[in-house]
């Protein structure tokens, strides 16, 4: 894939603080010195977007609602702005690196650390003071650099990430092994936030990284191998596939499959499933290679290893699947989590089980929600019925009596509400049509958003009312929810709004297409098969790779209809 394939829906004119754009092919297999920033960051749309049919709803969920992502509905701050000119082949500015450069000697020759320490504040300037201590390549300025490793600076978690994959790369090129223990701790903090894969990417890529994954039952092998899941999912993702080879990965792979435990193993299970839709983008990974044919072969060698190991993760898959939910109530904490994720991930119905979680363990209702989608159970479904009219009505009651302050009375309530919403996807009934079509009026653009984007997953069982207020919200005054309802009427098969989609995807501007490229794979647009496999072979690079993983991302939902 080309690396700025991604990128379509980000704002060309990125801020250029303390940048100057040059164009420079970065890979995240470098070393920092080689190129001008860490690990490529064409993949922040894929987690707002493709991330929903990557089975994990959010991140994003990896792969979660999008309205349970506070950060994928603003605007994109300037730290992510300065990186995304970066990584268009920008170049930290020479003068104010060696600036701080010559200041920070100064300072750690006099054995003044703190006052070092005291510039690694958030914003544009920390890149620029982290590059300014790789290279000066002391061991106070790799301790200083360690001390950043899992350091809160801000609450906004896709700054945070830029903020830690900026200290782990430079610790990469300074061949620091000795802060993998550092970064397999501190990793946890990140695991569930935006571009968790690309700061995967930079720890699975230190050469010492493989030990740990050998060194059995212990808090780092476990680490570990979370991180491992993280960077091969990565794939999926847009972390550039060179990383296959010049990690080791498939042999990484077959490492952790050597010898699966007798008993389910949440993340391993996971890791297979990630293996087995590695190698179903095999075709699409060796095309983002084809200009370096050394590449394409080691690529290939690595990919041979998975398929040789792909029958151990089927059979693992197979036999400890359907054993997770038997132990789904044994589990706690981040072990939980890692269980309701494999749930969701493989679509497992665990309706009982999830019922009872529900109840016992609200610190982890947004994963139980998401995983209740895939539930066919008559009480899944009437929980979920029960738990979105309450919010609606504690909503309605709420901006009723706080009219003016409600927004920041109720956002809480809003995701949650928003996440039973797209949950209520799975689940075929009147009662399901009727709930949504309530939500689809309400007041909240939030709120209308996951209810309309949630009609047309389910048989109609009042047409004419459904359409008519689907045909209502293409008119609405916000553009997701215009967009959601073309693609719910889509899906129904209505005509206007499928020929709306094959203009926008035959349009001469490059990011109208993108769009519809993603809604059609997100809203599973099958009708629309045909026009996303002619752009599959488009002159445009970023538009072939992107309508190739749909393409895949397709394939793989149909392979699980027929499963289910």
Known sequence: MTQAC???MLKDEGQRDEVQVTHEPVSPGQKAEERPTMVLIWGVLAGVALAVLGGIAGLWLRQRAEASRPWANRE????????????????????????????????????????????????????????????????AACRILESQVGRRLTEDQLDQTWYWIDVANSLRALQREESVPLLLASFSQADEFPLAQYLAAEIVSFTSFAGYLRQGPTPQARAALRILLRAVEGFRFGVPPQLLAEARIGEMLA??????????????????????RL??????????????????????????ILESIEPQFREYLTEQGPNLLHRLRSFHGQELRDALWAVHDLRLEAGQELLHLYQDCPEHRDLIIAAMRWSRSAQVANLLRQEANELLERLTRTRRRHPLIWPWRTQADRQRLASLLLALRGHDASETEALLMTAASHFDPGVRLAA??????MSLYQPQRVLSRLRAAVRDGHPEVRRAARASLARYGHRESLEWFTRALRSQQSHRVIMAIQSIVVEDLTYLWPELDRLADAQDPDIACLAQEGLVQMLEEMDYHRIS
């Open 255 to 276: 490492a952790v499959s050597e010898q699966p435990p007798n008993e389910p193993d949440p993340v391993l299970l996971r890791l297979g499933r990630e293996c087995q």
């Open 6 to 8: 991604w990128f379509g």
């Open 279 to 304: 190698l179903r983008r095999q075709t699409t990974l060796e095309r983002a290679l084809a200009e370096e044919p050394a590449e394409v072969e080691a690529l290939r060698g690595q990919l041979r």
């Open 452 to 457: 309309i984007s949630s009609l047309g997953w």
């Open 76 to 139: 994109l701050s300037a730290v992510t702005l300065q990186h995304i000119a970066l990584y268009q082949g920008g170049q930290l500015d020479k003068h104010a690196v060696a600036a701080a450069k010559e200041r920070f000697e100064r300072w750690l020759a006099r054995g003044q650390w703190e006052r070092v320490e005291q510039q690694m504040r958030p914003g544009t300037s920390f890149v620029v003071h982290v590059r300014a201590l790789t290279e000066i390549g002391s061991e």
